[in-house]
T-cell receptor, first 114, second 112 residues
Framework: DAGVIQSPRHEVTEMGQEVTLRCKPI?????LFWYRQTMMRGLELLIY????????DSGMPEDRFSAKMPNASFSTLKIQPSEPRDSAVYFC????????????FGDGTRLSIL | GQQVMQIPQYQHVQEGEDFTTYCNSS?????IQWYKQRPGGHPVFLIQ?????EVKKQKRLTFQFGEAKKNSSLHITATQTTDVGTYFC????????????FGQGTTLQVKP
């Protein structure tokens, strides 16, 4: 069975550039989560979708970050403009129904903003 | 959101020794999930506990949920080098939005 698929695996870009991260959840999962992981702040939830609708975006750092889920099999996280402090590993995870179910994580996107 | 405290932050053990990590909350938790993240990898779900006093075992791993549902522990018996990684506890946010809140994790190093 295919797990959560994220792309790209690595991204290196200059500050000011737009960055788009992509995620395909496990088929049949109706909850999707975007996390950011850094040494300093650990694993932080950025936004959580249920049935393609954003339920909680309180973790989105600022207006430079936006996330969409146009259908049940695809989501994007966009940073525009990017800044060096956005450098982190970004994980997408999906589950059958919210936080009561196990979350399945993708391999992550390692983002470096120069 | 409410944060759980995980201790210790780091632990170095000799292969064969036991290891325990603790997850503590000041308020009652509805559930606890445990995840393991290998170096360079992604978090992988291990188990969920929901009942007061619940104990579950997976081979050398024993998971407990406290009677008051305010703490949890993960105990590894006779560690192996394959146990290396960071162990996270996570719980459902009481705001009922359905999101999980992760602890800061305990990083385990095992010396062969």
């Amino acid at each position: 069975d295919a797990g959560v698929i994220q792309s790209p695996r690595h991204e290196v870009t200059e500050m000011g550039q737009e960055v788009t991260l992509r995620c395909k959840p496990i088929s049949g999962h109706n909850s999707l989560f975007w996390y950011r992981q850094t040494m300093m702040r650990g694993l932080e939830l950025l936004i959580y979708f249920n049935n393609n609708v954003p339920i909680d975006d309180s973790g989105m750092p600022e207006d430079r970050f936006s996330a969409k889920m146009p259908n049940a099999s695809f989501s994007t996280l966009k940073i525009q403009p990017s800044e060096p402090r956005d450098s982190a590993v970004y994980f997408c995870a999906s589950s059958l129904n919210g936080g009561n179910q196990p979350q399945h994580f993708g391999d992550g996107t390692r983002l470096s903003i120069l | 959101g409410q944060q759980v405290m995980q201790i210790p932050q780091y632990q170095h053990v000799q292969e064969g020794e036991d290891f325990t990590t603790y997850c503590n909350s000041s308020t009652t938790l509805s559930n606890i999930q445990w995840y393991k993240q290998r170096p360079g990898g992604h978090p992988v779900f291990l188990i969920q506990l929901v009942k007061s006093g619940e104990v579950k075992k997976q081979k050398r791993l024993t998971f407990q949920f406290g009677e008051a549902k305010k703490n949890s522990s993960l105990h590894i018996t006779a560690t192996q080098t394959t146990d290396v990684g960071t162990y996270f506890c996570a719980h459902l946010d009481p705001s009922n939005t359905g999101k999980l809140i992760f602890g800061q994790g305990t990083t385990l190093q095992v010396k062969p």
